[in-house]
């Protein structure tokens, strides 16, 4: 027994569990006149500019859209032709220049949507393509696209999360349903393309998620890689990609009504960081994502505010600045120090008067009884603690952190 463990706390102080590899950037206001609060659209980008479509305020569909020229800083309101659908819980894709808008929710109904519809920038103009084949209606889905097809993944059909997964082809106006295989069926998910796999990520299943699958198009098969570091649960979230790296912003579980930070996955290398940021996001649910000239911009969602939550009309933008080796894993707002520790650390950062930490170790065992912090800086004893690493769970009334803490 006494070779098991010793053989555990070996691995446990490997350096590479130890280090993180982080994204540092800064946090900007873009600006917000001309975009109308709400949450659950859809949001693309394309010919330069970012389209928001549909969504809701209240429990009302929304049929609106918003364009935003980030050129001139400016939103508008273009008049179109044709019919759209209002909607909220929708998703959306680009293909060819045009702007695909599939499924979503008629508050109504409260029933998952087959409806497909089709808006060409060019001409301002919506249309509905006849199609083989339908969408199976859904909700709070993941796309992407993959080789000119769109991939619509997990979602809520009224009922149940249904595990058809379904691609569309836009050349052959066809829908196809995909093998289930060994995904998990949920909504709330977001989903990314990178490297032709799709990432999926977070979601309820049951119960909020941080759950990682990656489909393989090529060959419909779902895999769930072994990671270092770890996606706080989550769903209603959005992601997007920068550089190969997917940032994943927002969202809600069951601790927190509004998930703070930005948290990014290196598919090369397995990996979740938390961005080390100047400034902060706007912790947010419902929200929009999406990646234009080397910048996140997270758009609208639902926020708290005094009067309780209200429909976000907030603009802000990431834009990386690089990457650094980080030991542990920096999280925006708490500093633990130093690390790795001899037995007493220093944190800072974390809101007094209403927060515990959990010392755990990885195997989910608490180490140390919760203990309550009275001041923004504070002093942890882990002396009494063997050689290796633990977690610690920083929790106050809006938002929880984790930090890999390292005794030597």
């Known amino acids: 027994m006494k070779q098991i463990v010793l053989t555990a706390i070996l691995i446990l102080y490997t350096p590479a569990l130890v280090s993180a590899q982080s994204i540092t950037g800064t946090w900007s206001t873009a600006s917000s006149t001309g975009f109308k609060a709400r949450s659950d659209f859809a949001t693309v980008a394309v010919n330069g500019k970012i389209y928001v479509i549909g969504g809701r305020v209240g429990n009302t569909n929304d049929s609106t859209m918003n364009i935003y020229d ?15 659908t209002p909607r909220w819980g929708l998703g959306a894709a680009v293909v060819g220049g045009k702007i695909y808008v599939m499924g979503g929710v008629n508050s109504n109904l409260q029933t998952g949507l087959s409806t ?72 709330g998910l977001t989903a990314c393309a990178v490297g032709n796999k799709i990432y999926t990520m977070a979601g309820v299943e049951g119960d909020f998620s941080n759950t990682l699958q990656v489909l393989d198009p090529s060959t419909n098969t779902w895999s769930t890689p072994t990671t270092t570091g770890w996606l706080t649960t989550r769903s209603n979230g959005a992601s997007d990609v920068i550089d190969g790296k997917i940032y994943v912003v927002g969202g809600t579980n069951d601790t927190v009504p509004f998930v703070s930070g930005l948290q990014v996955f290196d598919p090369t290398t397995n990996a979740w960081s938390t961005a080390v940021t ?7 649910k419902d929200l929009g994502a999406v990646t234009l000239n080397g910048k996140l911009y997270v758009i609208g969602g639902i926020k708290r505010s005094s009067l309780g939550s209200v429909f976000s009309n907030d603009i802000q933008y990431f834009t990386p ?29 974390v809101p007094s008067g209403n927060s515990t930490v959990t010392i755990e170790n990885p195997l989910g065992e608490k180490m ?41």
Request: no cysteine; proline share 8%.
């Open 70 to 84: 980030p050129s001139i800083d400016t939103w508008n309101t273009p008049t179109t032709t044709g019919t759209f």
């Open 116 to 187: 497909l519809e089709v808006f060409d920038p060019s001409t301002n103009t919506w249309s509905t393509p006849t199609t083989t084949g339908a969408l199976i209606g859904r909700d709070v889905f993941g796309t992407a696209v993959v080789n000119g097809l769109i991939y619509v993944i997990g979602g809520y059909s009224g009922a149940t999360d249904p595990n058809t997964n379904q691609v569309f082809d836009p050349t052959a106006n066809t829908w196809t349903d995909l093998t289930p295989g060994t995904f998990i069926a949920r909504d």
């Open 278 to 284: 100047t400034d902060t996001v706007i912790p947010r």
């Open 321 to 349: 600045a690089g990457s650094s080796v980080l030991m542990p894993d920096a999280t925006p707002g708490v500093t633990v120090w130093p690390n790795p520790t001899d037995g007493i650390v220093t944190v800072r950062g």
């Open 368 to 408: 140390l009884s919760t203990i309550h912090l009275t001041s923004s800086e504070s002093s942890l004893d882990l002396t009494s603690l063997p050689t290796g690493a633990y977690y610690a769970t920083f929790k106050s009334q809006d938002s929880i952190v984790t930090k890999l803490i390292v005794k030597k």
